[in-house]
């Protein structure tokens, strides 16, 4: 592995610079939804609950109107989506075949640079990947064992800003 590429999908090297991260816009609605499902199916081993339908009508009129929402994109095919408020990231999904090559970074980052300085989130205790994502990029435990819609224990997790 090159220092300034990462492997990717297939085995192709990868170059961060290639990653655009972009505002949501709706014409990448259909695309984000099935990656964010594929993502989701694939962390927690659980199909997404809501219809399609209902995913695109949450990602178009609740999450994007309601937080700050970026997507990635390579070779304009979206890879990634996170949304996120000054205090709270709600969603961070990364494409199955892009993942660990510094897309959920990247996004991240902006997150943290338009916080009040403290970040918080939810993950799934299931989703171990996610977890040390998390941890490695400075977020601590702070609770357990949340409700969701799922039904799965989950961790909630904090960030603060060093000074």
Not at 37 to 61: C, G, T, V, Y
Not at 86 to 93: A, C, G, I, K, S
Not at 119 to 126: A, E, K, R
């Amino acid at each position: 592995m090159t220092a300034a590429g990462f492997i990717g999908a297939k085995n192709n090297i990868i170059d961060m610079k290639e990653i655009s991260i972009i505002p949501y816009d709706v014409k990448y609605c259909d695309e984000t939804v099935i990656m964010k499902r594929d993502s989701k199916e694939k962390a927690i081993s659980q199909k997404d609950m809501h219809s399609f339908s209902e995913s695109k009508n949450f990602l178009n009129n609740i999450l994007a109107k309601n937080y700050k929402t970026y997507i990635a994109l390579l070779d304009n095919k979206v890879t990634g989506i996170i949304a996120f408020n000054e205090t709270e990231v709600n969603q961070l999904y990364i494409h199955n075949e892009f993942q660990r090559i510094g897309i959920g970074k990247k996004l991240l980052d902006i997150a943290k640079t338009n916080s009040t300085g403290v970040l918080s989130l939810y993950t799934f205790d299931i989703n171990k990947n996610a977890q040390m994502f998390y941890e490695k990029n400075g977020f601590k435990i702070i609770g357990r064992n949340y409700e969701n819609e799922e039904k799965l224990s989950d961790i909630k997790y904090e960030w603060k800003r060093e000074i």
